[in-house]
């Protein structure tokens, strides 16, 4: 599948033709440069954390603050926080201004990169950011292309120390090489991503909000079936609580706690899990809960030792396992691979009865009128996140086994083919972002010259 996406992506970079000379740039990671570029190392062509905010700063200085989480991968700031200086993080230090570009420093593999346009007043980003302000010899339009083309991050990525958050130096990435064309050069690339990225970003949204409808249908055909069951003509009643309305009239009313065996209780697991130990017991966290996370090579694992003391919680296939912290409301079925395995504090475990049919019970608790339920209490904490007694409380209604199990099957094969539209259409997001990465490397390394494109 890999050839097939480079030939696309070849394709559709070599419809602009190249420079009409290269010479070698003696930088591996680059190759050869168009003949009148120059390769310069970062620190000649930028300043570094030019400015920061010192430990005397006034504590009631309002500040908008950006977090390495607050940058996407296609560069742009989606989320920032609104603090004084007494309340924030001690990493919420560097200031920006118009013209810088952001680079993460910290987990870099994520790839957070952002030109600094028109700030509001008062912008401050996290330590984990190099602050880049471009000198003369670099535009800010073209830094934050070249900054982001793979031979320069790849480049960073490799060369950060740490497992959990890798990270590098600012005084090590100074060193790295740019490819830098002349000033005007670089605002025609710059004019030509802006406008090529503009049409792929328009269509990823499309995209995007495609599979936000296919996800609004999944929902509404799990809770028709979970709540009215399958047959069109039944019988209703009230149900007697706010989320569900009407149920079928030979349904009942439970609280899911009441689904659970009385020896495995609905329960959160380990508190402190520890650093990830290779030859350790497999740990699922709110961020694991999902099919494709559910696998062995994909967990962390904790010490033998911590997960003797939590014996409660361990997990047998066939179990639910529900998001109570981070991605709340989602659940997923543990298989067997995964029996004797754990759970951390942020998922619960929901053991089912013999007259309780789990995958019937999966799709009632991915229903909006279940998850209703919880998501008022969620809104209304703190910290977002589903209280183990509210969930232990939740209303669902509960039809015979036997319809338990038809509704399932119904469901599954509903589901499976939205999930299957939904898999083509990110597949789709992919290549365009991947599209979008190879135009940007081409455009910064001179492989393309798109002066008249421009």
Known sequence: ???????????????????????????????????????????????????????????????????????????????????????????????????????????????????????????VVSTG?????????????????????????????????GVSFPAINESEMATYDLATPPEPEQHAIAAFLDRETASIDTLVAKKERLIELLLDERTALITRAVTKGLEPNVRLKDSGVEWLGEIPAHWEVKRLWHLTPSDRRIMYGIVLPGPNVEDGVPIVKGGDVSPARLRPDRLDRTSREIESGYARSRLRGGDLVYAIRGSIGEVAMVPGELEGANLTQDAARIAVTAATHGPWLLHALQSAAVFAQLEAGALGATIRGINI?????????????????????????????????VAKVREAIDRLKELRTALISAAVTGKIDVRDAA
């Not at 310069?40 to 954390?49: D, S, T, V």
């Not at 471009?134 to 083309?149: Q, S």
């Not at 015979?400 to 599954?412: D, F, K, T, W």
Request: charged share 30%; aromatic share 8%; net charge neutral.
């Open 129 to 161: 950011f190099a602050v880049v302000q471009p000198k003369d010899d670099l535009t800010t339009e073209y830094g934050a292309y070249a900054l982001r083309a793979p031979y320069f991050v790849e480049r960073v990525v490799a060369n950060s120390k």
């Open 389 to 421: 007694r509210d969930l232990k409380r939740a209303s669902v209604p509960v039809p015979p086994r036997v319809e338990q199990e038809a509704i399932a099957n119904s469901l599954e094969r509903g589901t499976t083919k939205i999930d299957g539209l």
């Open 1 to 123: 599948m890999s050839h097939v996406k480079n030939a696309e992506h070849g394709a559709a970079v070599l419809r602009f033709r190249p420079y009409p000379a290269y010479k070698e740039s003696g930088v591996e990671w680059l190759g050869e440069i168009p003949a009148q570029w120059k390769v310069k190392r970062l620190k000649y062509l930028a300043a570094l954390n030019p400015e920061s905010l010192p430990e005397d700063t006034d504590p009631s200085m309002e500040m908008v603050y950006v977090d390495i989480g607050g940058v996407d991968s296609l560069g742009r700031i989606v989320e920032r926080e609104r603090l004084i200086f007494a309340s924030a993080p001690s990493r919420a230090r560097r200031l920006v201004l118009d013209g810088d570009v952001i680079v993460s420093t910290v987990r870099t593999y994520l790839r957070a990169i952002a030109p600094i346009r028109d700030p509001e007043p008062g912008m």
